[in-house]
Structures are given as C-alpha cells and as structure tokens.
C-alpha cells in the first residue's frame, strides 16, 4: 500500500490511500530472532548483487505512516501542509486490513516527504498499527525472499490489496516497515528533500541491523560516528555512536543507544530536511504545533523537535 494516487481520473485517488496503509506493522514483537535468522549471507558485493537484485525504486516512494485520532485528522493534514507546502487527497473512509476495520485515511505529499495518515473509527487490528514507512518495491515477491535471506522476519506474508501488493517486514532491534507493489506503476518527481528514517537501536543489535539493512537495501554507510554530540537527541554533554545510511530507499540515520531516552526522542520516526529551522518552526506554530525541543545546534547543524495536531511528532533539520 502506499501512494498510488496517479494515474488515474483524480491524481489523489482514495482507494491509493487505503493502500498506502494497508500493512501497519508490528514493534512489539521481541528481536529475539535477530539471532536466529537465515543463514549469513555471502558479504562479496558482486555475489550479493546476483542474487538478490535492489528492489528499491526511489526515496519519492516513502511513506510515513502517521496515525491520529479521526477527530484530529483535519487539523493534522491542515497544520502538516501549512508547514511544508505540498497538497492531500480528499479524505475518505475505508476498511485497510485484511479484517474488518474501518478508517479515514488521506495521503499527503509534500515536498520533503510522504506520508499516509489515518485516523482509525474502529480498533486497529492486530498486528496493525505501528509499522514506521512503506517503502515501493519492483517485485514484492522479490523483495520479501531478499529481506528474509538478509535476516528480516516476515510479520505479514505478501497479500492482494486492490492495487497491488503488500507485506511487513521486522529487522533485527525491532525495526518494522512496510513493502508494497503496485499493479500500475506511480511516477513522481524526486523530493525537494529527501527525509531521514530515524532509527533508535541498542548497542547489542545495532551492528547485526546494520548489516542486514545494508545486504537488503544495498545501501552504503556515509559516516559512522562512535562519538557524536548526543545532544541531537536530548541529551547534550554526552556522545552517542550515530550511523547514516544511503541506498535507493533514501536516507537512515541510526542512533545507537541505552534506550534512556529523554522525552520526546524516540516516538519520532522521520527527520525532514529544511532551507531555515527557525523560519520552519514559525509556520508550523502559526498552524498549531508545538516545539518540544528547542532548535539544538551542533557539529551536523541545526535541529529541533515538532509536534503536530494529533500528536505526530516529527524531527527537522537543516539541509537537503
């Protein structure tokens, strides 16, 4: 599920929305697996690259699966909008699960990112709900066997939706996405920005996620900071280890921590990247945010934390 509104009689096409969220994942399953995963795969690049061709497709696919109450979905698209520029579709109720559920849903594209929102009028079945992004695959069935054979869990094994497929995957640390594949192929442009996946890990998992990450996504690390200023995350005096990855998923930047993290660091699961952080936080609090962190700066920039109607809490940085 993901982001089909294209081609079709409206650009925004309400069913594309249903799907965009279909598979919500699941992080409270343990990472016991991590350990117990398919055997290692060869390291050799070449030899990786044979056998399990990149799936990606490109970072415009991404979306971040933001979830509010359905009373404040309005407000949310309306705020989110204000601040980064961007349109929605019309919002519309639908059933997202393969049980019965119902949930008005809108998808959201702006210039520095995607995103699917829902705001679910019935519970959220289980194991729905909390997965982070949805992230385009070329061949579903390609991707799920690639992500197994790099050490992910299959939460939900691939299914229909009404315009292609989906599945959820777990990665060592409990890090949870969605893959989808649609039927007909959307086309957009490249982001303004590419935004960051933010991902909080354990010292105990964060190598085995890494490299497991990098086989599937075939990925490249930009830097690996073993000290870095771990007031980016609320905690300033001290030093954190933080990773930054590139591939054909977009961006992700790995904090490594003791998981005490101070508030709100950690219920954040995207980093958007902005030309003016002070200029951003005014439109955002014009529409109705809130700053739960205050602009931070340090060696990497400026950074600071949001909260949007609904309580979506979104991180923003400078750069593209």
Same mark, same amino acid.
């Given at each position: 599920m993901g982001n089909q509104m294209f081609k079709s009689r409206h650009q925004f096409r309400p069913v594309a929305i249903l799907c965009a969220a279909l598979l919500i994942g699941l992080t409270s399953v343990s990472s016991a697996f991590a350990d117990a995963g398919p055997p290692e795969v060869p390291t050799d690049k070449a030899a990786l690259a044979a056998k399990h061709a990149d799936v990606s497709v490109g970072a415009q696919y991404d979306t971040t699966h @933001?979830?509010?109450?359905?009373?404040?979905?309005?407000?949310?698209?309306?705020?989110?909008?204000?601040?980064? #520029?961007? $349109?929605?579709?019309?919002?519309? @109720?639908?059933? @997202?699960?393969?049980?019965?559920?119902?949930? &008005?849903?809108?998808?959201?594209?702006?210039? !520095? #990112? *995607?995103?699917?929102?829902?705001?679910?009028?019935t519970a959220i079945p289980y194991p729905f709900g909390n997965e982070r992004t949805?992230?385009? !695959?070329?061949?579903?069935? $390609?991707?799920? $066997?690639?992500?197994?054979?790099? #050490? &992910?869990?299959?939460? !939900?094994?691939?299914?229909?939706?009404p315009i292609g497929k989906d599945a959820i995957i777990q990665w060592p640390g409990g890090v949870t996405m969605q893959l989808y594949w649609h039927t007909k192929a959307p086309n957009y442009a490249p982001l303004q920005s590419v935004p960051d996946n933010r991902v909080y890990v354990s010292r105990y998992e964060a190598d085995n996620f890494v490299r497991r990450w990098l086989r599937f996504s075939h990925g490249k690390v930009v830097s690996d900071n073993p000290r870095a200023d771990a007031g980016?995350?609320?905690?300033?005096? %001290?030093?954190?280890?933080?990773?930054?990855?590139?591939? #054909?998923?977009?961006? *992700?930047?790995?904090?490594?921590?003791?998981? $005490?993290?101070?508030?709100?660091?950690?219920? %954040?699961?995207?980093g958007y990247g902005v030309e003016d952080v002070a200029q951003t936080i005014e439109r955002a609090q014009a529409a109705g945010a809130k700053v739960l962190y205050p602009p931070y700066h340090s060696g990497t920039g400026t950074t600071a934390m949001l909260e949007f109607p609904g309580r979506y809490i979104a991180e923003v940085h400078d750069g593209k």
């Open positions: @933001v979830y509010v109450a359905s009373a404040d979905l309005d407000a949310f698209v309306t705020s989110f909008l204000a601040t980064f #520029g961007g $349109k929605a579709s019309p919002r519309a @109720v639908f059933t @997202v699960t393969p049980t019965p559920s119902k949930t &008005a849903s809108q998808y959201v594209q702006t210039p !520095v #990112g *995607m995103l699917s929102v829902f705001g679910f009028e949805g992230y385009l !695959v070329t061949d579903i069935d $390609k991707a799920v $066997k690639a992500a197994r054979a790099a #050490g &992910a869990d299959i939460v !939900v094994d691939p299914f229909d939706d980016v995350i609320g905690r300033p005096g %001290e030093t954190i280890r933080v990773i930054r990855i590139s591939s #054909g998923f977009g961006h *992700m930047v790995v904090f490594v921590t003791d998981g $005490k993290l101070p508030v709100p660091f950690g219920s %954040e699961t995207t």
